[in-house]
């Protein structure tokens, strides 16, 4: 250590220091710059994974409850009845101790447990709207606690506690609460006895004993059955309206008696706390969940043990997979951002170093060892960077509330020992003892050595980038165990760098080609800026600084661009127009007059119904394959698709007669039969339900199977377009849907059907086509577009509920991973393209002395300031004219070669991987602000060097 304080020479440290200021504090800036958005940046995509975590685990509702049931204790009487059990509430305790502890360290991240049970669907008979009713149990640690503001509390049946019932005798009475809105809406009071009946028909004695006033709306135990403060509209359908009664630990048992053995459910609902969910702790709760599952009780057995249920475990998976695509766009971005910073500070090294080449030689001939001199530059170097660092660092400590040190060290490491190492090569070349060769043989051998030399290198960055490219398809930008895989995530930049290096061997070309037709005109102004141009145009680190810094730019507005229209596209695909319309079970038979009062609304351009059958029973060979079965008006639909910006329907073969329904009679009012997705669940077919079901398909509604004609199965199949996920089933495909009392339905794949609402297996056939092959069309879903779509849609839906294209787009686009990524992706475009303007700015600096040097002397000949000025334009034009065209297609291109991989689908809510969008906008602003840099330049140069005097041009090395 004391030799090296020897070796120092503080005064040249201090004096170079105080001479370069302006460039040390270039550099200093760069990298505090840099360390802010590449330090702060992962704290706060952390931070952002949290709220993805809690936004998700709220947006799933019911789907993120962790359910536990059991079954009832069997209550066979000695008479061949069922006995009453007082004890039903106990036994609901139970199972909720039972249950915790089951949950062990699950329950820090659970919310209090919630006794539940549910009892099935009654229907209320009085009344013209569809309504439904529920008795419910609900029991909580505190709550929920109610008033009653008439009649009284639930009780027991008067008589024995254990009176037995019979099976076959009059239905058993049991006393219910309802809320103070529930009982005006149904206009009841405290002892009025309920009109219900279940979906047999069969009636039930439900009697109101009492209206309650919460004591605390807020309670969390009330949002296990919400319908019992307040009606609930689309719980049991669209259009229909539940309602909900209280029961009591008194009268549970009654309830139970009231419906069959295994009706009431026993239930304990644990829902998760999401105020204090993050993705550490959603990690241990996916591990624990899915241990829970496999070793619960199966539901199809008939012991009693604990039957855990959830679909958490699902809802953390997929915010999990939106998370990791999430991180690895953020990682490419910042790459790109270390990538260009990395570029721009090795030339303001090299501009550094050419400014101090004089002062180094000078100390290297005074006897100064390269070693001392790299101490010295090295000293200087670490301690603007790391003063610089510590700024940055602190900035983004205060921004993000935390500094990833490790994204800081590619910038670090290059302010630190890019100046040094251009400065001892410098003081090296200047002082070497080696001559150059006078034999031709020799200087021959040693140009192809160091082009030899080039090569290679730049085959080494060639080569980096296809295999980050290939590792970037293969494997993505996480490793397997959640860390950054860094040559994958450098992928886009090592492609835009080694699209520079292509550039770069192009510059020299076209300015040659340039000078050669300047050479042949009679405009000297040309002739000379076309041979600055040329004289300039093999400087590397200008050519690929400014390339990437572009191209990265652009890749940056495209990953922002890509996103929106996606998100954009998203919303469409789940609609299916700009508003969709799910109906009521039984709103078929209004459907053709609803669609045609909505046609004829004022700004609605068309509307169509439809039928979706979800995992409709299909068989393709001998292989069940349930699909999405969507019955469409073709030319119907085809239409409204062309109205909107999906992709079109192919062309059906149709039958020739009416379709269902008959047609609207209003401009772009369709027959029922159009196709498109129904988020929130869609109704099956009557008539088509799984082989061996005795009932209609899952989520249809109740009808009686179309007739097949004589002969139908027998006749031509059914034309059908179709999509399968694995490809397996294509153009020319037989298909057989399966029917329940009838021959199944064939089909013939002609072409290539759509992705509805995210669904891969997808069959498509046209409404009178399924008709006339024996298959009764109940539509179940409407589609509108144009302006005044929601706004019809809003005053006349009758019995449905709505899905709205804006509603749905603008959720997503708040969704805090979305808005994390497109804030990252224009604050790193906006700091990459600074970056290059930098850089600009270094290029034209480093080669001003040498220009004006020039062009000061040709003044001297009779060369007027603004042709001087248009020369100095013509010589830093082709690097701005690069930079504003080159590398925006660079970035294009890696855009297309890269984005796919990185999983935009997740972020965009879309079934495929959305096609790159150019941003034009951006790529306006690229066009505009290097030429503008080249005007601004030269002027700000001219001026300075405007008081230069003549001694000064014309003193040899003078500037």
Known sequence: MSR?????????????????????????????????????????????????????????????????????????????????????????????????????????????????????????RNGTEPRSFRLNYLSATSGPAVVWVSGRAPAARAGDDHA?????????????????????????????????????????????????????????????????????????????????????????????????????????????DADVLTLDSAQRILAAVVALKASSGSSASRGFDSQWG???????????????????????????????AVLVLLLAAQLLAGRRAAALTVARQRGASLAALGGELVLESALVTVAATATGGL???????????????????????????????????????????????????????????????????????????????QRGVLGSTGGTVLLPAAAPSLGVLAGALVLLRLLPALTGLGLRRALRSSQPLAVFGAARAASVAGRALPVLALATSAGLATFALTVDTTVQRGLTDGAWRTTGGDVLLDLAPDGAA??????????????????VAGQVVDGAPLVVGDAAWPARLVVVDSAAYRELLADTPLPPLAALPVDPGPAPGGTTGAPGAVPPGSSGPAPGGTTGAPGVAPPGSSGPAPGGTTGTPGAAPPGGTGGAAVPALVRSADGGVRAGSVLRLSRQGAEPIRFTAVGAAPAVDGAEDVVVVDAAAITAAGLAVEPDTIWLTGPGAQRAAEANADAASLVIRAEVERVRQDAALVTGLLRLARTAAATVLVLGLLGFALAAASGAPDRWQTLSRL?????????????????????????????????????????????????????????????????????????????????????????????????????
Not at 66 to 85: C, F, H, I, M, T
Not at 314 to 324: G, K
Not at 900 to 906: E, F, N
Request: a positive charge; charged letters at 25%; hydrophobic letters at 50%.
């Open 859 to 959: 003044r001297t000949l009779g060369l007027r300031t603004g042709e001087a000025r248009r020369v100095a334009a013509a010589e830093l034009l082709p690097l701005a004219l690069l930079a504003a065209a080159g590398g925006p297609l660079l970035g294009l291109l890696l855009a297309r070669l890269t984005l796919a991989p990185l999983g935009l689908r997740l972020v965009t809510g879309q079934s495929d991987d959305p096609a790159p969008a150019p941003p034009w906008a951006g790529l306006a602003v690229l066009a505009v602000v290097f030429p503008a840099m080249v005007v601004l330049t030269v002027r700000v140069e001219s001026a300075v060097r405007r008081r230069q005097h003549l001694s000064e041009v014309l003193r040899v090395g003078g500037g």
């Open 4 to 124: 090296l304080r020897t070796a120092l020479h503080w005064p040249s440290i201090r004096g170079r220091a105080r001479a370069d200021a302006r460039p040390l504090l270039l550099s200093a800036l760069v990298v505090a710059m840099v360390t802010v958005l590449a330090g702060a940046v992962p704290v706060l995509l952390r931070r952002t994974a949290d709220e993805a975590v809690r936004e998700a685990v709220r947006a799933a509702g019911d789907q993120a409850e962790v359910r536990v049931a059991a079954r009832w204790e069997y209550d066979d009487g000695p008479y061949g009845g069922r006995l009453r059990d007082p004890r039903s509430a106990e036994a609901l305790d139970d199972l909720r101790t039972r249950s915790l502890e089951e949950l062990g360290p699950l329950r820090d991240v659970l919310l209090p447990p919630i006794e539940f049970t549910d009892t099935p669907y009654l229907k209320i």
């Open 310 to 340: 959830t679909q958490l475990d699902a809802v953390l998976r997929d915010v999990r997979a939106e998370i990791d695509a999430a991180r690895a766009q953020a990682t490419v971005l910042l790459a790109a951002v270390c990538a260009a």
């Open 395 to 473: 900035l983004a400590g205060l921004l993000a509330g935390g500094v990833a040190w490790g994204w800081l060290l590619p910038a670090g490491l290059a302010a630190v020992l890019a100046g040094p190492g251009f400065g001892v090569l410098a003081a090296y070349r200047a002082t070497r003892d080696r001559r150059v060769p006078a034999n031709r043989s020799a200087r021959r051998w040693a140009g192809r050595t160091a082009a030899l030399r080039r090569l290679t290198a730049e085959f080494a960055v060639l080569a980096a980038a296809a295999v980050a490219v290939v590792l970037l398809h």
């Open 164 to 272: 037995e019932a019979p099976w076959q005798g009059p239905p058993w009475p049991v006393q219910v609460g309802l809320s103070e809105t529930a009982a005006a809406r149904l206009g009841v009071r405290a002892g009025d006895r309920l009109p219900v009946e279940d979906e047999q028909r069969n009636p039930k004695d439900v009697r109101v004993s009492g209206i309650f006033r919460p004591a605390d709306r807020d309670d969390p135990a009330w949002q296990a059955a919400p319908w019992l403060l307040d009606p609930v509209a689309g719980r049991d359908g669209a259009g229909t309206t539940r309602f909900g009664g209280l029961l009591t630990a008194a009268s549970l048992p009654d309830a139970r008696l009231a419906f069959g053995l295994e009706d009431v459910s026993r239930t304990v609902l644990f829902r998760p």
């Open 590 to 607: 209004i459907a053709a007059e609803q669609t045609r009062r909505l046609a004829s609304a004022p700004g609605v351009r068309h509307a």
